[in-house]
């Protein structure tokens, strides 16, 4: 009989993004995409633009007062957001 080495799928793929260099970028849309559950439907509509820059998660809000209020939160941010992936994406949130 033949030994057969049995992978799932999941790993197979993941193992092909991270050859590929694709990985990171998935991971980096993933969180991006998370941010209006992480943040609530009250802080996703004051929410202009999001992205990723050097592990450093940018929010670009429209409410001044919201920003200096997730300022406070943002080790917390970035603990809900990573953990929204599964993965350390991210080490900063910056607001402006």
Do not use: C, H
């Not at 990985?23 to 202009?48: C, H």
């Not at 919201?66 to 910056?94: C, F, P, W, Y």
């Amino acid at each position: 009989m033949f030994k057969r080495d049995v992978q799932s799928l999941k790993d197979v793929l993941l193992r092909n993004l991270r050859e590929q260099g694709l990985e990171t970028p998935l991971m980096q849309k993933r969180l991006v995409d998370a941010w209006p559950e992480v943040a609530g439907p009250v802080i996703s509509r004051y929410t202009l633009n999001t992205y990723i820059y050097n592990q450093t998660f940018y929010v670009r809000l429209s409410n001044p007062s919201l920003r200096a209020d997730l300022s406070l939160m943002r080790e917390e941010l970035v603990k809900k957001l990573n953990a929204a992936v599964g993965q350390q994406v991210i080490t900063d949130v910056r607001f402006g």
